[in-house]
């Protein structure tokens, strides 16, 4: 089962705005994750904020978590054309044979030139 | 080497053949994965190896067989694959088990069986 839920599941943007992106959670994490894919390849790590986080930035990249809500998101500013893809938020659940990464449904962004 | 790379990128296989995916890094890490993805759908859990133990097995057929040689490698076997077995895999790899590392995802292997 799915441990994340996105929205939206679709955003369409033109170049130069800000894409914003939701990320919610079931269970207590120690971490959440975001990952790009594009169109039928492999996922890429984009940034890892810990529980004890509430903001991180990597670039154009802003991550906010807030563990009371159980949500996250994630902001793409100045967007490029390159920026299209799939985005993909994960948690690790932590369970006695380890610890498996599960992923939300993802936000399929496109951004238009 | 900061890659996983998986072979071969694509694949046609009928159902009665025998095909193996390959999975390969020199990252040092210990902990490998495999993953299912079907079209517009997230990733999902297929097998994880840690230290070349298979730790997690998420109740997949045993048309799909897992194999880890050593520490840089992972193969998945396939053998009597059905038509809805066609799908993205992807091999992933961490630094271990735990979690609080990012994993790094290989470009994947499109499976079509037919």
């Known amino acids: 089962s799915q441990q994340g839920e996105e929205d939206p599941q679709a955003l369409s943007i033109q170049e130069g705005e800000n894409a914003t992106m939701n990320c919610s959670y079931k269970?207590?994490?120690?971490?959440l994750q975001w990952y790009r894919q594009n169109s039928g390849r492999g996922l890429v790590h984009l940034i890892l904020i810990r529980s004890n986080e509430r903001e991180k930035h990597s670039g154009r990249l802003r991550v906010t978590l807030d563990t009371s809500k159980k949500s996250s998101s994630l902001l793409i500013t100045a967007s490029r054309a390159a920026d299209t893809a799939s985005y993909f938020c994960?948690?690790?659940?932590?369970?006695?044979?380890?610890?498996?990464?599960?992923f939300g449904e993802g936000t399929q962004l496109t951004v238009n030139p | 080497d900061t890659e996983v790379t998986q072979t071969p990128k694509h694949l046609v296989m009928g159902m009665t053949n025998k095909k193996s995916l390959k999975c390969e890094q020199h990252?040092?890490?210990?902990?490998m994965y495999w993953y299912k993805q079907k079209a517009k759908k997230p990733p999902e859990l297929m097998f994880v190896?840690?230290?070349?133990?298979?730790?997690i097995n998420e109740s997949v057929p045993s048309r799909f067989s897992p194999e880890c040689p050593n520490s840089s490698l992972l193969n998945l076997h396939l053998h009597a694959l059905q038509p809805e077995d066609s799908a993205l895999y992807l091999c992933?790899?961490?630094?271990?088990?735990?979690?609080?590392?990012?994993?790094?995802f290989g470009s994947g292997t499109r499976l079509t069986v037919v």
């Open positions: 269970t207590s994490i120690n971490n």
């Open positions: 994960a948690t690790p659940l932590l369970e006695t044979s380890g610890s498996r990464l599960t």
């Open positions: 190896y840690s230290y070349e133990k298979l730790s």
């Open positions: 992933a790899s961490s630094l271990a088990q735990f979690s609080n590392y990012g994993y790094t």
């Open positions: 990252m040092g890490h210990r902990a």
